[in-house]
């Protein structure tokens, strides 16, 4: 039977690199909100022939907003944790490093 290694490797910068990617995407996010908020832009946004375009497009353009900006935050709350598992593999590494320069240290005398 052979043992099963209870260790792994972490890239705490490929970690980052990850969260500008969930923040590229959350930008995204945040310029689609802008972009429809442009739906309910007034009486006259559409011209006389289509004024009834509004009152339609606004039950879903809401429901939109919602599920976009949840989106959104989720994104946001998943590159925040990210980065405190980064900043946690970071603050481990440095303390095992400086622990094994400090044994290190003590075999020289």
Do not use: K
């Amino acid at each position: 039977m052979s043992a099963v290694a209870e260790e792994f490797l972490v890239d705490a910068a490929q970690i980052r690199r990850h969260i500008g990617n969930l923040e590229a995407v959350r930008a995204r996010f945040d310029a689609v909100r802008a972009a429809s908020a442009h739906i309910s832009g007034g009486d006259g946004a559409y011209g006389l022939l289509c004024s009834w375009l509004p009152a339609v497009l606004q039950g879903r353009h809401q429901r939109q907003d919602e599920l976009v900006a949840y989106v959104a935050e989720n994104l946001s709350i998943a590159a925040d944790e990210l980065a405190s598992v980064a900043d946690a593999y970071e603050e481990t590494d440095a303390g095992a490093a400086q622990a094994v320069r400090r044994a290190g240290e003590g075999l020289g005398r």
